[in-house]
């Protein structure tokens, strides 16, 4: 069970746009920046999305963040077959004092 | 540009410590601004965050694994490692090293490594 919940599954055709919620609570989200990470397969998680909303470079812009009080929110626009991956919310939790991750999020490109 | 490479056993037998280095190249393990991290993902499932230290020495970790978990650096030798004691099966997994980016807070893991899948089985 992980501290952060994300729905397990999410789909779309290509060009659409696409969310992925990320809910958590007062001592993580709530507190503190969000970070979302693409794992493509066989391949280490990349950062994606760091402070909510910032983009590493390299990264394009259709990608974006968003956070609201415990939760947070990736959304893609203008899907693409590459796009196709696991996605991962991941913040530091003050009660726990440490990172936490959700448990992610398979996105399939129809 | 600063790259990350794990290293160690790919097979340890329950009960016996796993130990996994990262060596640090491309650029300064002992940077102020830097924590160094450990993350993991059993076969299938999602990733766990591990621990981070600070190159001073400080870390943190994981709450369910900190009675079993030490990381270290060592700057001399530009690597940090990890060291899980009592392993059991359930400790299976592709074990990650990455560093947190300086400006993205501790949580915002920018540089990992590529991955070292360790078995834990008799």
């Known amino acids: 069970q992980s501290v952060l919940t994300q729905p397990p599954s999410a789909s779309g055709t290509p060009g659409q746009r696409v969310t992925i919620s990320c809910s958590g609570s007062s001592s993580n989200i709530g507190r503190n920046t969000v970070n979302w990470y693409q794992q493509l397969p066989g391949t280490a998680p990349q950062l994606l999305m760091y402070s909510n909303i910032q983009r590493p470079s390299g990264v394009p812009d259709r990608f974006s963040g968003s956070k609201s009080g415990t939760s947070a929110s990736l959304a893609i626009s203008g899907l693409q077959s590459e796009d196709e991956a696991d996605y991962y919310c991941a913040t530091w939790d003050d009660s726990l004092n440490g990172v936490v991750f959700g448990g992610g999020t398979k996105l399939t490109v129809l | 540009q600063l790259q990350l490479q794990e290293s160690g056993p790919g097979l340890v037998k329950p009960s016996e410590p796993l130990s996994l280095t990262c060596t640090v190249s491309?650029?300064?393990?002992?940077?102020?601004?830097?924590?160094w991290g450990w993350i993991r993902q059993p076969p299938g499932k999602g990733l766990e965050w591990i621990g981070v230290i600070y190159y001073g020495g400080s870390a943190y970790y994981n709450p369910s694994l900190k009675s079993r978990v030490t990381i270290s650096v060592d700057t001399s030798k530009k690597h940090f490692s990890l060291t899980l004691n009592s392993v059991t099966a359930a400790d299976t997994a592709v074990y990650y090293c990455?560093?947190?980016?300086?400006?993205?807070?501790?949580?915002?893991?920018?540089?990992w490594g590529q991955g070292t899948m360790v078995t834990v089985s008799s």
């Open positions: 990455a560093r947190p980016a300086p400006s993205g807070g501790t949580a915002a893991f920018d540089i």
């Open positions: 491309g650029g300064s393990i002992s940077s102020s601004s830097y924590y």
